[in-house]
């Protein structure tokens, strides 16, 4: 019996010894492998700071106003998105902190649509995936949670049961600036403002995710209350002209100044003297402070295409231009609309027979008038009889506020021997481009308005 019973616990303590073994064997997470497979979930931990101690990179979330220095920790509410890295590879899932401070451990899920071998760098992105400037409400709060974005690059070199980490702790980078206006008549008085459009060359409006193109594009902040106080999340302005119109009541103010560089990461508080801009007048009384302002059938120049239709006409154009250098007599207003599109003899007389405005002539553009309407908005160059490749950003960013953008990905003509500018997404205006075919291919035709 002893020895019976000595065997049948060796036989159960084998077969046990056994199970174990093939659990183990089965247990494939408990692996580590290099190969992070599509369509399964992963936990992912990366240690995180949001940026350095410079002080050009003192800005990141969570936002507070530390004795004018802006400061940022991270709060557990918040969440990190992973950045697709094209077309045929997608992520999904998102980290979230692990407590709050400036630097903590990120926790989280993702998933890949494809195969990855590793090791991997895996972009991540805060505070959300959607990358868009628009809709600003003025507040350091609102920046905080929708618009002070910031990205890093995490390293993954293993997996293990299913669980990633990152090789080493990243830093959030801030992409854009926050800069505070604080806006004040001549005589230094507060002006509370309702609304602040803000135009520069260059000012991008959105990034479109996974490619990363960038949509230029004015910014138009809305407080919920009117105050002479508003912050702003501004990105791609350098060396640039910045034009910024508030609404006050029925009223308008302009400022305007040049040369201006907001860097990314980086914290501006500025005090801005701003003026009123006299609505309605007539082409004639127009100044450069009516740059991106609007041209009624009537002749009349009004702040937008709603108050044109409130005094009993429609817009038609945008001021561009205010001088007499483009064979006109007081200035340049471009079409708000496309005339279509068509060969270059076709091209002039859609433009010429563009409906009619009281105290202007419509003509396809010269490539002179290319030129003025472009430097008129404030592109930072200058006339030449060999222009080159210039920017087209500052003209194309008020005309989408006002009226309908130039298309960024194609040919408009010119009147001058078949020359076309050629408008590309990245901002730029060949001006270079010549139609070999003597004008017999369809292109992009926006009407001038000499004045």
């Known amino acids: 019996m002893k020895t019976t019973t000595i065997v049948k616990t060796s036989f159960f303590l084998l077969l046990a010894g056994g199970l174990f073994t093939a659990c183990s064997s089965d247990d494939d997470g408990a692996k580590q492998t290099n190969v992070m497979e599509a369509g399964k979930t992963y936990s992912l931990t990366v240690t995180a700071s949001k940026g350095s101690d410079d002080a050009a990179a003192k800005e990141r979330r969570a936002l507070t106003m530390d004795n004018g220095t802006i400061r940022a920790t991270w709060a557990k509410k918040e969440q990190v998105f992973y950045r697709d890295r094209d077309w045929n590879l997608q992520y999904s899932g998102y980290l979230k902190p692990q407590s709050e401070g400036k630097t903590v451990p990120l926790n989280g899920t993702i998933s890949s649509s494809a195969d990855l071998v590793l090791p991997i760098d895996i972009k991540l992105i805060f505070p959300k ?5 628009t809709g600003q409400v003025g507040t350091l709060s609102d920046i905080a949670a929708n ?7 995490a390293n993954i070199t293993s997996i293990e049961a299913y669980r990633m980490d990152a090789s080493v702790p990243v830093t959030f980078e801030n992409e854009q600036s926050i800069v505070k206006f604080t806006l004040k008549d001549n005589a230094n008085a507060a002006v509370n403002v309702s609304s602040l459009r803000i135009s520069a060359k260059g000012l991008v409006k959105n990034i479109d995710e996974p490619f990363g193109d960038e949509e230029f594009g004015d910014i138009i902040v809305t407080p919920a209350n009117a105050t002479n106080e508003v912050f702003a999340a501004l990105r791609g302005i350098k060396n640039a002209q910045v034009t910024l119109t508030a609404t006050v009541g029925s009223d308008y103010y302009i400022f305007k100044r040049d040369n201006v560089t907001f860097n990314n990461g980086a914290y ?8 009123k801009i006299n609505y309605p007048v007539s082409l004639a009384e ?4 009516h740059i991106g302002s609007v041209v009624g059938r009537n002749g009349k120049v009004y702040p937008n295409a709603s108050a044109a239709e409130s005094d009993g006409t429609v817009a038609e154009a945008m001021i561009v231009y205010v001088g007499t250098e483009s064979n006109c007599t007081h200035g340049l207003a471009i079409a708000l609309n496309d005339e279509g599109e068509t060969i270059q003899d076709a091209a002039n007389s859609a433009a010429a027979s563009h409906t009619a405005v009281s105290g202007g002539t419509w003509r396809l553009p010269t490539l002179t008038d290319w030129q003025y309407m472009l430097i008129g908005c404030g592109n930072g160059a200058t006339y030449s009889n060999e222009p080159g490749t210039v920017d ?11 009226g309908t953008a130039l298309h960024n990905d194609g040919h408009y003509w010119s009147s001058t021997n078949y020359f076309c500018p050629v408008f590309s997404p990245e901002g730029d ?11 017999m291919l369809s292109f992009y035709v926006r009407a001038v308005l000499a004045f």
């Open 129 to 133: 995936k959607d990358w868009d400037y």
């Open 147 to 153: 618009y002070d974005y910031a990205t890093t690059t």
């Open 268 to 275: 501006k508080a500025i005090t801005v003297k701003i003026h």
């Open 286 to 289: 127009v100044t450069q402070d």
């Open 392 to 402: 087209y950003t500052a003209l194309n960013s008020k005309l989408g506020t006002v």
């Open 429 to 439: 205006c060949d001006m270079t481009s010549f139609d070999q075919t003597g004008g």
